[in-house]
DNA sequence: TCTAAATGTAACGGCATCAGTTGCGAACGT
DNA sequence: ACGTTCGCAACTGATGCCGTTACATTTAGA
């Protein structure tokens, strides 16, 4: 499985974070320090929520990533579409079902409602969080609030 | 991507319709036929649904595979839990997240309870289903009965 | 009892995908 | 000019899934 959706979440915390601040753009090599991974993933993680325009990054001396909007604007569903081109919770035949056999072709036009309708539903619960929600919630578990009451997620 | 849930559905709805027509055991070079597939895959395949306690297989001459209760009794979701073990939406860091870095884990724990209600929300939704449900739409389908409504799926 | 029909399971190869790595060219600020 | 940084291509290793072969085991039926 494919974790390419838990590490654009962090880099673009770590862009809302320091768009907060005040800050620069972020090299790929500080954000590949904090996830443990090697800076070309980042850039090749970077490169596909440029093409999705959630950020946007600059060459040379002072470069780096920035979020292309407002974190408001931008919701994880827009992020899972950005990095993650199979939204479908299951695959299909390879080979398709045999045409002599009357039921295949129904078995997966059947499947292709209710892998429809399952997307919908993941993709409406992952509209619902925008990545400022979830940047004032790891704010708020980094200080340690414990009073105030748990953000979904 | 995985297309065991596919082949799944297209395996039990065959078993379906054996029992309503009151023939024996289907075996499984029968059914990877009308797959396009190996046997083997079938048998892998049925090793799982039996596991889950979903079909029952009998050895030797005249064996074959059933359904072990009712396809009323038989949702997608008992379904999809057999074959498809990572039923979650995405994955997480191969590694883990730099302990030296704040944020890290709290981007992971709140992905967790973000996949948590995706995958919720998709349980849901193949919990609907019954197994009965979809074969009598499939049988609906064959027998080219425009006028009804067409059930969900 | 013998035979044919089936399943169960292990083993292997091919193929795709992903993460990680290296190398280098191009762009950019200082 | 120089160092910094991204963009991109290429390669590797690991993993997962499907297909295939091979073989032991079980079972019904003649």
Chains 1, 2 share one sequence.
Do not use: W
Not at 47 to 66: H, I, P, Q
Not at 82 to 106: D, K, L, M, Q, T
Not at 142 to 152: F, P, Q, Y
Request: net charge positive.
């Amino acid at each position: 499985m494919n974790s390419r959706f838990t590490m654009a979440a962090h880099v673009l915390a770590m862009l809302a974070h320091a768009e907060r601040e005040g800050r620069g753009p972020v090299t790929s090599e500080l954000m590949a320090a904090s996830i443990r991974t090697n800076p070309v993933v980042v850039r090749r993680l970077l490169a596909e929520l440029a093409r999705a325009g959630l950020v946007v990054s600059k060459r040379g001396a002072s470069g780096g990533a920035a979020l292309a909007r407002s974190a408001k604007k931008i919701t994880l569903l827009d992020v899972y579409a950005a990095v993650e081109e199979r939204s479908a919770p299951f695959g299909r035949h390879p080979s398709g079902p045999n045409p002599r056999c009357p039921i295949g072709p129904h078995v997966a036009a059947f499947l292709d409602g209710v892998s429809g309708r399952a997307q919908a539903a993941l993709e409406t619960s992952l509209r619902e969080v925008t990545l400022a929600q979830m940047f004032e919630d790891l704010l708020r578990r980094v200080e340690g609030r414990r009073s105030g009451k748990a953000a979904r997620g």
